[in-house]
């Protein structure tokens, strides 16, 4: 018995010592973890639709956990044989509390994301994590839905309700200057959200393809609009997800200096963008704020406004407020027309609160359209701008000592816009001694202009004005009326005389 009892202790001993070699000789070498672990680890942890492949792992004490060509597959999504995530290298350093990863990929959100109606499955997320406690993160050249920084570093806790991760540091290395973020995001379960932001340094392109990646295009041509900025611009980036509905929302706020906004040159510019995306009642839905913008072009006139773009129950809004002190064709370039036919010596300041409405599918489809407005424009060589050139050819005929034209000053109206057919009977355009009244339509389906032009004396609002115009309308009304026919691009002036008025009453 004792002689068996020595045996089984000199056994003991010897396993025991060959066993501490074994764990010593791990500070100094990496031992490779069979496969069999892995996917013991993919059927524990991993829903059976998500299946993990791993080049390789290893265990060293002095190498901590490195795992190489790590690769995660959706086998239920739309491409199966594409990764989801993917990593080139990922080294764990449990005793020191960090973690590297290298040429990290996670280019796309979960495909439900895209989906309409897939957001608004209404019910709590309900998980809890590993408590993993604090890691210090490193990674070089990750691709993370488009952000695409040399660098990016930052602080990970892991709790059982909470991922945080702080001091997110982002560097991108195509730039003279240092560009970098700074800032933090967090999971939250008890809050039912994700959140975070970032503020620093960035270019345009660091930007642009995160908002591709998150499917925010109805922001993308304003963050278009801005080109020639020569240096990383301050800006500041801030989303938010609700576990719930899956609600989503971006903040924008770049503050880039010189350049061009929609080809006009800028010294600088102040713009915001928020994006809240939402789905109800299977119906995906958003509502997109451009602004409160503020900016000035190279000569200090100013430009603030903000455009709201939303889009429920199947119907798009575009709502417009502006106020400008910048030339008038500009003003029209910067909201996206040519503004070509205005002329560039048409200058003012302008004002607008325009509101449109038409079905989400709208293709170019001026019958569905629909909205309201106001636009205002002083201190305008208005009569210069293109369209008048008939009305200007034609007064000196009727009137040879008007030569009012180009002291107009000021316009407004209001209109509204039923089926693509734009209406106003209070078109004004006023100058120092004259002004002229419009009344009509334009037919955007038809491209046809159908108005009535009276010139008048003075400014309607004007207390010379009030006063002559009840002894002068006859007057007006008799001997200074036109009619404006073609389109904008080819309009057609005809003067209306007496012997037209007569026939006119007589049909």
């Not at 998500?50 to 190498?63: N, P, T």
Request: proline share 6%; hydrophobic share 40%.
């Amino acid at each position: 018995m004792k002689k068996t009892l020595k045996i089984i202790w000199k056994t003991v001993k010897w396993v025991f010592i060959v066993f501490f070699v074994y764990l010593v000789s791990l500070f100094f070498r990496e031992e490779r973890i069979p496969g069999a672990f892995v996917e013991w680890v993919s059927r524990r942890f991993l829903p059976p639709s998500l299946v993990l492949h791993v080049g390789s792992l290893s265990f060293g004490f002095m190498h901590g956990v490195h795992v190489r060509d790590i690769r995660l597959y959706d086998w239920a999504g739309k491409a199966p044989l594409t990764s989801v995530i993917s990593a080139d290298d990922v080294d764990w350093y449990p005793f020191m509390r960090k973690v590297r990863i290298a040429g990290l990929r996670y280019v796309r959100l979960p495909e439900d994301y895209y989906r309409d109606g897939s957001h608004d499955k209404n019910e709590p997320v309900e998980v809890e994590f590993p408590d993993l406690g604090h890691f210090q993160v490193e990674m070089t050249d990750p691709d993370v839905l488009g952000v695409r920084p040399r660098r990016l570093d930052f602080n990970l806790d892991v709790g059982k309700r909470r991922i945080e991760a702080s001091h997110i540091v982002l560097q991108w290395p195509d730039c003279d200057v240092r560009a970098a973020l700074d800032g933090f995001c967090y999971v939250d379960i008890d809050r039912q959200e994700v959140y975070g932001e970032v503020k620093g340094l960035a270019k345009q392109a660091h930007i642009r393809p995160l908002i591709e990646a998150v499917d925010v295009p109805v922001a993308l041509p304003y963050i278009d609009a801005f080109t020639d900025v020569p240096v990383p611009c301050p800006s500041w980036c801030a989303w938010k997800v609700g576990l719930v509905h899956n609600d989503f929302d971006l903040w924008l706020d770049l503050k880039p200096t010189l350049g061009k906004y929609m080809s006009v040159p800028m010294k600088w510019a102040n713009g915001k963008i928020h994006v809240h995306n939402f789905t109800r009642d299977n119906q995906f839905c958003y509502v997109t704020t451009v602004g409160p913008i503020s900016a000035e072009d190279v000569e200090g006139r100013p430009l603030e406004g903000t455009v709201v773009i939303s889009s429920t129950n199947g119907m798009n809004t575009v709502a417009v407020k502006a106020k400008s002190a910048q030339p008038l064709a500009n003003v029209l370039k910067i909201g996206g027309f040519e503004g070509d036919y205005v002329g560039a010596d048409v200058i003012g300041n302008s004002q607008c609160d325009l509101t449109f409405r038409f079905p989400r599918a709208m293709t170019n489809d001026y019958t569905v359209l629909n909205g309201r407005g106001h636009v205002s424009v002083s201190s305008g060589h208005l009569m210069r701008m293109r369209g008048f050139a008939g009305l200007i050819e034609a007064m000196p005929s009727i009137a040879p000592a008007v030569t009012w034209f180009s002291d107009s000053t000021e316009a407004s109206a209001d209109y509204v816009i039923e089926n693509g057919v734009v209406k106003s009977d209070n078109i004004y355009i006023e100058g120092t001694c004259f002004s002229i009244k419009m009344t009509g339509s334009y037919d955007a389906v038809k491209d046809k202009l159908d108005f009535k032009v009276m010139v008048q004396f003075a400014k309607k609002d004007s207390l010379v004005g009030k006063l002559l115009h009840p002894l002068t309308w006859p007057f007006s009304k008799l001997l200074l009326e036109f009619k404006l026919s073609g389109s904008p691009s080819d309009p057609k002036w005809s003067y209306v005389t007496v012997i037209d008025r007569v026939l006119e009453v007589v049909k």
